[in-house]
C-alpha cells in the first residue's frame, strides 16, 4: 500500500494525492441533507480542470476535479450539489486544500511539459528520416498530424 504524499481533509471527504493519481475517501463521513457517493480513484492524468471556491464566513467552500467521463456539476442555491469528485471544506480546512490543488496543478503541468517535449523530440527524429530518405512525405506528414492533435 502506498503512502499518500498529501491528505486535505474536507466536511464531506478526505483527498489523498498519490504520484499518478487522486483518490477521494468518504469513510467515517456522513451529511444530513444528501446522500455522499463512496470512494473514488482517478489518474492526474485524466484531470482536465481543477474547480475552486474558498470557503466563506457560513458557506463552505469546495474543490471540484473534472475530467474526461466526470459527471457534472449541479447548482443549488448558494453552494454546490456534492458529487462524487469533489470535496468541501470550512475557512479551517482551506489552506491544506490550497495546497494540494497547487501540487495537482504542478503534477498536472509537469505530465504536459513531458508530454510535449517528447512530441517535439519525436519530430526532430522523424525530419532526419525525411531528410535522409528512410521515409516519404507522406509517412511524415501522417505522423506529424498525430504527433500535433494529440
Known sequence: MEDALMIAKGVDGLVELFDDKIKINRKGFSSLNRVLPGDNEFLISQITSIEFKK????????????????SATEDSGS?????????????RQQLGFEELRVE????????????????????????GLLSKGMIDKEQFDTRKQQLLSN
Open 55 to 70: 470557503a466563506g464566513a457560513v458557506i463552505n467552500g469546495y474543490i471540484q476535479f473534472a475530467f474526461v467521463g466526470s
Open 79 to 91: 453552494e454546490k450539489v456534492q458529487l462524487e469528485d469533489s470535496v468541501m471544506f470550512v475557512a
Open 104 to 127: 495537482v496543478e504542478s503534477k498536472i503541468a509537469a505530465m504536459m511539459a513531458g508530454s510535449v517535449a517528447f512530441r517535439m523530440k519525436e519530430l526532430e527524429v522523424l525530419e
